[in-house]
């Protein structure tokens, strides 16, 4: 079966000045493959400037790598054209953060609804497009009544992410991007929106790649972790092994400042560091945080394989299997 | 246990209601637009009841004060002072939607493509605004109507001689509105959705500029009848027709006053200042309405 | 994860001095005044806060908790007004001064903490020029060197370097500009800090730093923080009791081990409910249906077109309080009659 998307080494820095070149590096050699034939929920973790959003944009097609590929069905997807662009659209979409910056706030909300099903012929007729939209509304628990024919500002947020989910049902894609579906959604609205999420996967056979800094949903939802920061993969593998057990410096400090709400769990044992002399450009990212970090840090750690489904980009485990980056997809479990 | 369903939606008053109250609060605009419509009025009853005619010279007995048969009196040429007012705003008017139209097309021509091409486009429209804005307009004006042949000019010639240097600050606006917009975030859903380039400018951005091309398009022509106006007064109007620069203009270079004539500037006077009073009224008043962060809250 | 390390309950009461209340809320009713109508955004609500105490007030969207903290400050702007009600700190009632006095309390009798740092300081001055401007506009009188130090040992306090006094806004990170506003905040020393979502931009590590941060210096001035957000988690790992607000109504206050371990008002079950937690992977449990809108309330009790123990007399009358003796406090009509008949819920 063929692979869907592939990333291949893909690198992206940014760099600004005209006479004095500034290059931050978003995200250094990142390698995953997506295969059509086993969707799964893959989670990508990090704090703004982790690089999470700049794998978004890459994946979408919105920014284009450095160095390295990002191939959809055999082709570069810097490459496509027409009919071939019109289906890797189809194929792959978003739901994104904010409930209100995706409407254009001249139209009402069916525009959002409206607009893919012409572009994308889902429809033969205008009932038949209507019949689609109020399935969709409905299965994400909306009244299409009190829906259809409202401005973006008429409603709530909540039910303006809803709407945006009930898009990406309508839409049926291979490949969905969820950044950070429900992170201005109140707690109990979080539920329905991610369990529609997973009965997309498990019902439609799409594949989400779920973004997002909150670990708590993340454990919930997805089979599978990558745990970024400053642009470097510092942990992967099977969900529950790493925010149970993890083993990267770093993860362990997110783990140990998630507020449980658990009087039982409490946060804090581990401190909070900041080195004076700060980044070491060219090393691991995480070096100026570390407690553990040692001169070796200097240079960037490879992927060490510490259980079939839990790698960790660390010398603090350098006796184990050493990885290649481009093998991250091997370690995540589907 | 039943589930009540969500509460019904709040009935919003009427369109045309939220629009007089919102007038009532954006004192400006509301204000303006009244003036701006009595003067339409005006010009438009006035251009069906008098007659053309009238508003040029040896057409009527001279000097004579306003009265019955004369509401604005006549002037020493013998114009209908009434007359020459409607026949002039309308003229006016002219030179201001014609002059302020091809300024506002050709800054949201210019802006949109500076902005969603980017690159070499973007820098080489910029530069250039840049460069022309300091430029004293006015100076260039005089110039440029002091050397033509007092016969060629027209009304139209004079429209043209104002939007020469009118047309970059609508320029650089609307570039600055489309590059914020470009970024935002339902201009992408829209690209996942499967439009094309085309498709988004027309569709999804344009629509959302149209507050600020009002704004321009009303600074516009505010700067065109102003431009006009100065230029009339200076005596660089075409001055055959009954422009009301230039019959102030005719007015001071025969000594209206001295002469004891004061119905003959007094009426194009109060003219020019409803009109430029109205328009910067409307003016101010768009821009508390596309600025959000200005408008008072609801 | 540090499973183990509570405090030990017991120690605490037998220790804890008379709950002194240093902050009162008392029937305090907030409306904006709309083209569509009025939104009553706070309802007859009343609370307390003691001394040395963390108070958290969660709310969803809609629930006035962001009305709430601006009332108390006495910063709520047309169309919104105090309809009624009074907060007092220590025995002066806020609600009841004249605009330059009020203005003289904030900062010195009461804090407030942002949300969004990165938008509250001006770009355009030095964090120092901006600290010592707080001082100067409360504190006449005072020589410069004493108030320059008095901003550089507020900076110390919240973790930053002193060379951080010169710099601009923008060369800080949003964690330390976070720590900026506390620092603003405390330097008046005043009895009440109001924390409003002060983490809700920040990431999870830094939202960590800046609440030890809080903790910390709330301890060295004995001032009483009240920490508002919709965050439950943080509640628990921050405060000593919860307040929770519904539709612009306080619906329970109780100490944080009674939330978490046994909560009494639906709403607050059904809130504890829908959080994740590391025991059941998969399962999603949240509240149906929606919020309502402050214009159009529902008669009765506001929670009850969702309540799953919904009765007929919350459909028609506003519920009651009842008022435990440790001082917990529930609103609502299933559990006054629980009260009534001497069961326990």
């Known amino acids: ?334 | 246990m039943t589930l009540a369903l969500a509460p019904s939606p709040i009935k919003s008053p009427s369109r045309l209601h939220r629009f007089f109250r919102y007038l009532s609060r954006n004192k400006s605009l509301g204000f303006g637009l009244f003036i701006l419509l009595a003067l339409v009025a005006f010009t438009v009853i006035g251009l069906m009841v008098i007659d053309p005619n009238d508003a040029y010279p040896l057409s009527a007995p001279t000097r004579r004060p306003p009265s019955w048969e004369f509401p604005f009196g006549t002037d020493f040429f013998g114009r209908d002072m009434l007359a020459v007012m409607v026949v002039g705003m309308w003229q006016t008017a002219f030179i201001g939607v014609v002059a302020g139209g091809v300024g506002t097309f050709i800054g949201v021509v210019l802006g949109f493509i500076s902005a969603y091409f980017g690159g070499i486009t973007d820098a080489v429209i910029r530069i250039t605004c840049q460069i022309l804005t300091p430029i004293p307009v006015l100076l260039i004006q005089v110039v440029v109507a002091g050397s033509l042949d007092k016969r060629d000019v027209t009304i139209f010639i004079m429209a043209l001689i104002v939007v020469m240097l009118a047309w970059m600050a609508p320029t650089l606006v609307i570039r600055s509105q489309v590059l914020t917009m470009k970024e935002r975030q339902f201009v992408s859903v829209a690209k996942l959705s499967g439009v094309s380039d085309m498709g988004i400018i027309f569709k999804e951005i344009l629509p959302n500029l149209m507050p600020f091309v009002a704004a321009a398009f009303v600074g516009q022509i505010f700067l065109a009848v102003f431009a006009s106006f100065y230029l009339a007064v200076l005596g660089l109007g075409p001055l055959r027709e009954p422009l009301l620069g230039n019959i102030i203009w005719l007015a001071q270079a025969q000594g209206a006053f001295f002469n004891g004539w004061w119905w003959w500037p007094i009426a194009p006077s109060v003219g020019m200042i409803l009109i430029l009073g109205s328009l910067a009224l409307i003016n101010m008043g768009l821009d508390e309405l596309s600025n959000p962060r200005v408008r008072k809250s609801e | 994860m540090n499973t183990a390390d509570t405090k030990p309950d017991l120690a605490q009461v037998i220790d804890a001095p008379e709950p002194t209340p240093v902050l009162q809320v008392n029937n305090l009713d907030v409306s904006y005044y709309t083209d569509s109508g009025r939104a009553k955004a706070l309802d007859d609500l009343s609370f307390t806060l003691n001394a040395g105490e963390k108070l958290g007030i969660v709310g969803e969207s809609g629930s006035g908790k962001s009305t709430l903290a601006l009332a108390m400050m006495r910063m709520i702007k047309a169309p919104g007004r105090i309809d009624g009600g009074q907060v007092r700190v220590d025995d002066t009632n806020l609600t009841a001064l004249d605009d330059e006095t009020m203005r003289k309390a904030r900062l010195m009798k009461i804090a407030y903490i942002p949300q969004g740092a990165m938008n509250s300081l001006n770009p355009v001055m030095r964090i120092g020029a901006q600290m010592v401007d707080a001082v100067i506009s409360h504190v006449e009188k005072e020589p410069k060197s004493a108030i320059v130090e008095r901003c550089m040992l507020a900076l110390e306090s919240v973790d930053l370097p002193r060379s951080a006094f010169r710099m601009f806004p923008h060369e800080l990170s949003g964690g330390m500009k976070q720590r900026v506003c506390i620092a603003i905040g405390i330097l008046l020393q005043p009895q009440v800090i109001i924390a409003d979502e002060p983490t809700s931009a920040l990431d999870v590590v830094t939202q960590r730093q800046v609440m030890e941060t809080i903790d910390r210096v709330r301890e060295k001035i004995n001032a009483a923080v009240i920490l508002i957000g919709h965050d439950m988690g943080l509640m628990a790992q921050f405060v000593d009791r919860v307040a929770v607000m519904y539709a612009g109504r306080l619906v329970e206050v109780s100490t944080v081990r009674e939330m978490f371990t046994a909560p009494k008002h639906p709403y607050s079950k059904a809130l504890i409910n829908c959080l994740p937690n590391l025991e059941n992977k998969g399962v999603f449990q949240g509240i149906p249906g929606l919020a309502p809108s402050l214009l159009r309330l529902p008669g009765g009790c506001a929670f009850h077109p969702r309540c799953a123990q919904v009765m007929d007399i919350c459909r028609s009358r506003r519920p009651e309080t009842t008022v435990e003796p440790n001082g917990r406090t529930v609103i609502c009509h299933l559990i006054k009659q629980e009260a009534e008949i001497g069961q326990p819920s």
């Not at chain 1, 969905?176 to 109140?186: C, F, G, R, W, Y």
């Not at chain 1, 510092?234 to 507020?259: C, F, W």
């Open chain 1, 1 to 334: 079966m063929a692979n869907l998307l592939e990333l291949n080494n893909v690198s992206k820095t940014y760099s600004h000045g005209i006479i004095k070149k500034d290059s931050t590096v978003a995200l250094r050699d990142i390698s995953l493959t997506l295969r059509e034939d086993e969707p799964s929920i893959l989670t990508v973790a990090g704090e703004s400037g982790s690089g999470k959003t700049t794998l978004a944009m890459l994946l979408l097609g919105f920014i284009t790598p450095t160095t390295g590929q990002i191939i959809y069905r055999g082709k570069d997807i810097s490459k496509l054209r027409g009919q071939e662009k019109l289906a890797f659209r189809r194929e792959v979409q978003a739901v994104f953060q904010d409930p209100f910056a995706v409407f254009n706030p001249f139209y009402t909300v069916d525009h959002l609804l409206t607009v893919p099903i012409k572009k994308f012929k889902l429809a033969k007729s205008k009932a038949e497009a209507r019949d689609k939209m109020d399935e969709a509304l409905t299965a994400v628990g909306l009244r299409p009544e009190d829906i259809i024919g409202r401005f973006p500002h008429q409603l709530s947020g909540g039910q303006r992410q809803r709407i945006n989910v009930a898009r990406a049902l309508l839409l049926k894609p291979r490949l969905l991007i969820a950044d950070e579906p429900v992170s201005m959604v109140d707690a109990s609205l979080r539920a329905s929106i991610l369990e529609t999420l997973r009965n997309l996967q498990r019902d439609h056979g799409v594949s989400i790649i779920y973004i997002t800094h909150d670990l708590t949903t993340a454990y919930h939802i997805a089979k599978s972790i990558i745990v970024l920061y400053r642009g470097g993969v510092m942990e992967a593998g099977d969900v529950e092994t790493v925010i149970k057990n993890p083993q990267h410096p770093y993860t362990r400090l997110l783990i140990d400042s998630i507020p449980w709400p658990n009087l039982e769990q409490r946060w804090g044992a581990q401190k909070i560091i900041t080195r004076e002399a700060g980044a070491v450009s060219g090393g691991c990212p995480f070096y100026s945080r570390c407690a553990k970090a040692m001169d070796r840090c200097k240079t960037p750690a490879p992927m060490y394989r510490l259980a079939p489904f839990q790698t960790a980009s660390c010398y603090l485990y350098e006796g184990h299997e050493q990885m290649d980056a481009a093998q991250l997809s091997e370690t995540l479990p589907v």
